[in-house]
């Protein structure tokens, strides 16, 4: 897979997205990572890979419970500055994804899903 294609992809399907990253779970690694250009970052670049991580985590530990409530498909959090969207692509992928606040996250989900 072109992981770099697919994450142009993401961030051109709504003006309101800000970063994407797609994070290879098996590797520890993102495969993908970028900012909007002109978008200002609001957290280091240190605080960007704890919240990464953080998103991560909290998966694996969804994943613990699949077996009771079923396969997760995405997580919205919802700050007051920007939200966070983190999908599954795969057994090994997740897509973490921030907008703006506007950004009408149902629609860029269900064109996700499209792709």
């Known amino acids: 897979m072109n992981y770099e294609e697919l994450g142009q992809k993401i961030m051109s399907l709504d003006p309101g997205v800000r970063?994407?990253?797609?994070?290879?779970?098996?590797?520890?690694?993102?495969?993908y990572s970028e900012h909007k250009p002109g978008v200002t970052n609001l957290l280091s670049k240190e605080e960007s890979k704890e919240s990464l991580q953080l998103a991560i985590n909290a998966w694996k530990t969804r994943a613990k419970l699949e077996?009771?409530?079923?396969?997760?498909?995405?997580?919205?959090?919802?700050?007051?500055k920007i939200k966070r969207i983190t999908i599954p692509m795969d057994e090994n992928h997740l897509l973490y994804i921030t907008t703006e606040v506007e950004c009408d996250s149902q629609a860029l989900l269900n064109n996700i899903r499209q792709m």
Request: hydrophobic share 35%; charged share 35%.
């Open 19 to 31: 970063f994407v990253t797609i994070f290879d779970t098996k590797e520890s690694k993102p495969v």
């Open 67 to 80: 077996p009771k409530i079923g396969k997760g498909k995405y997580v919205l959090a919802e700050y007051d």
